[in-house]
């Protein structure tokens, strides 16, 4: 087991019961919680029916950034809602056009070796800071800000080791692609990457930002940077160096696993359609046609890569191919460009500059044309998630993005022939907290605003005794969560459970027969109960708990599958759908879609390591395992923690 670990010193920090084992579930505290408004309806929603009157940790915040388009009036009735509760709850708001959570917290809030629990699986952006900042879904955070402790599993630590520096036109995004070659999305869960080695001195916090924000891709538990004068360094110029600790692993410090990425050998890399781990050299992609291009998201709109790209493109006009568009991560950066200049420079390229929020990456806005490549910033390329069907996405460094906006095509800086312009560090951000709203003293009353559009908090009944099981569908491995729940147009619906259940997994709906939505009714309605069968990486991606939320409105009692990701699995728990693995794998097989899967009693069959076994049509038994704990198992019976 790993010693001596950054992890496990915050880890011990914050520990609070259970065995410290790997993959033993263990409980710890939360310092900070953060939400965003895709999520964090539902999260506070849970967190009033939980009967909380002010939150319990040192900090926590409502950020509003995805739902921006007030497509018709959801959005800003969310938008009133979050703002209102929060003042009721002692919760800080960051008001619509103040930026990416993600982005905003690392600048404003996040202190190295706290903790951090926030309803959004890119969370742990915090871990540049040496923060262990961990995505979760909305009512394991509204626990958190309940003050309960969260549940985790002891991590097994895979030290990355960073050697060398970065070339010239190779970007922090080209070494979590790397990683991600290395890694891959699937079969990482319950592990966090620390990074150590002389590299890391190298990297600036934002860098450090964006491969920790990538991490997530990975499937672990979280990523984190030492704490140390480069940090020191961005919360000095945040105004904030009396948060500042530093923080590193000991010197004769023991990982579970060590992985070498020798910076200086790193070459420009893209994660191509459709998945974050299927990577290429953008050299290997040279030539190709590329239709649109786009810069932001969480993972690389910083300050730096703003000002990188604004150098790139200053005096030059974007290729007549393609359209290129901009969305800053935060209302820091954007007011600092736009005084500075660089944004003048970005707006005479050609570029369209949107607001500083999620946009493009959650599919709002920006859907690339049929047939037709898009080359984003972004940290994903699940199918179907820019809003076109059969979209090509691939992901790259904004000095790759911004060279190919340039020339129309895959491109890496030595084509353009340039030396790659030198971004100066910033001694001072322009620090203005005048878009996050304090809440009111305790005891100041509140008056929390629902709009027609504001559902109520889900609700499920307890675990039937017998499961008289139908599939309702059978799917293949990686299937994300925006497979489940499509975000982009339908994120409007996130407060409102029975509309958004109507496009559950809408991609694999087809003309000539029921939906999905129609087929689990139906089934429910007729008293028998949904099944989900699935095989490897099951609810990759998104924290959105809506995966599991409206499933469960759908009747759905258990998925079954070889593996299911972290954060979907705990989702499943929370919202009372039993999560099973296939203990023989020939098994899927026999389940196709419509098939007849009985458990009988699984009410007494579910107890901790043990088996469960399940009776098919023909009378054949087939057995499944699972991962549950007691508590989980308590609150599977009762149909859902929110139901305890
Ligand atoms: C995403 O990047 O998929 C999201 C949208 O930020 C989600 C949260 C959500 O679905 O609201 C995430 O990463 O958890
Ligand atoms: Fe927003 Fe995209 Fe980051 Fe998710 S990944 S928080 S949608 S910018």
């Not at 904004?398 to 084509?415: K, S």
């Not at 939906?515 to 924290?543: L, M």
């Not at 076994?613 to 149909?639: N, P, V, W």
Request: include cysteine; hydrophobic fraction near 40%.
């Amino acid at each position: 087991m790993a010693v001596g670990t950054i992890t496990q010193k915050i880890v011990h920090a914050h520990y609070i019961s259970g065995e410290k084992r790997v993959g033993a579930q263990i409980m710890v505290r939360i310092d900070q919680t953060l939400t965003q408004d895709a999520t964090g309806t539902m999260a506070y929603l849970e967190l009033e029916s939980i009967g909380v009157e002010r939150v319990q940790t040192d900090l926590s915040i409502s950020y509003v950034d995805h739902n921006m388009m007030q497509n018709g009036p959801e959005n800003r009735n969310d938008h009133l809602y979050l703002q209102s509760v929060a003042a009721a709850k002692g919760i800080l708001f960051s008001r619509p056009g103040n930026g990416i959570c993600h982005q905003v917290h690392l600048e404003r809030f996040g202190v190295p070796g706290a903790t951090l629990l926030g309803s959004d699986s890119h969370t742990p952006t915090n871990g540049g800071i040496g923060m262990m900042a961990i995505g979760a879904g909305g009512l394991d955070v509204a626990m958190a800000m309940a003050g309960k402790p969260f549940t985790m599993i002891y991590p097994k630590v895979v030290g990355v080791k960073l050697t060398g520096k970065l070339p010239e036109w190779v970007a922090a995004k080209d070494v979590i692609l790397k990683l991600l070659e290395i890694m891959t999305t699937k079969g990482n869960v319950g592990s966090i990457v620390e990074y150590f080695g002389q590299g890391v001195s190298t990297l600036s916090v934002p860098e450090r930002a964006t491969i920790t924000n990538m991490g997530a891709e990975l499937g672990v538990t979280t990523s984190i940077f030492p704490s140390d004068d480069k940090t020191l360094e961005f919360l000095t110029a945040q105004g904030r160096k009396d948060g500042w600790s530093g923080l590193k692993a000991d010197d004769n410090a023991e990982y579970d696993d060590v992985i070498e990425i020798d910076l200086s050998s790193l070459e420009p890399r893209a994660a191509c359609p459709s998945s974050p781990d299927n990577i290429k050299t953008v050299a290997e992609l040279r030539g190709a046609k590329v239709g649109q291009v786009v810069i932001g998201s969480c993972t690389n709109s910083s300050y730096k890569d703003l000002m990188m790209v604004a150098a790139i493109m200053k005096g030059r006009v974007v290729s007549e191919n393609l359209t290129f568009a901009i969305a800053p991560g935060s209302r820091q950066v954007l007011e600092m460009l736009a005084e500075n200049g660089a944004l003048a420079d970005l707006i005479a390229s050609g570029a369209r500059i949107l607001e500083a929020g999620c946009g493009a990456c959650i599919g709002q806005g920006q859907s690339p044309s049929s047939d037709s490549v898009t080359v984003r910033t972004f940290n994903r390329n699940f199918a179907g998630r820019t809003g076109t069907k059969g979209d090509q996405a691939y992901l790259v460094s904004p000095e790759t993005a911004a060279v190919t906006a340039l020339l129309g095509r895959f491109a890496t800086g030595d084509e353009l022939g340039i030396p790659l312009p030198k971004i100066p560090g910033v001694a001072e951000f322009k620090i203005d907290d005048a878009m996050i709203i304090q809440p009111p003293p305790a005891g100041t009353s509140v008056e929390i605003i629902r709009k027609p559009t504001i559902g109520d908090p889900p609700s499920n009944g307890p675990l039937p005794k017998n499961i008289d099981g139908r599939v309702v569908i059978k799917v293949g491995d990686k299937i994300t969560t925006d497979h489940i729940m499509p975000a982009g147009i339908h994120l409007k619906l996130r407060s409102n459970i029975p509309e958004y259940a109507k496009v559950v997994f809408e991609c694999f709906n087809k003309k000539e027969k029921p939906t999905f939505a129609e087929r689990a009714s139906a089934i429910r309605d007729s008293g028998t109960h949904g099944v989900i069968v699935a095989r490897e990486s099951y609810g990759q991606g998104s924290s959105r708990e809506h995966a599991a939320i409206c499933p469960m409105h759908l009747g759905v009692k258990v998925v079954l599958a070889f593996s299911i990701e972290r954060i979907h699995a705990a989702n499943l728990v929370n919202f009372g759908i039993v999560p099973l693995l296939f203990v023989d794998r020939d098994d899927c097989d026999k389940l196709e879609e419509g098939a007849v899967i009985r458990f009988n009693d699984i009410v007494s069959q579910l107890s901790p390591a043990g088996t469960v076994a399940a009776e098919l049509a023909d009378g054949t038994e087939i057995k499944l395992k699972h991962t549950l704990s007691e508590d989980d198992i308590e609150i599977l019976k009762a149909g859902g923690r929110l139901n305890i």
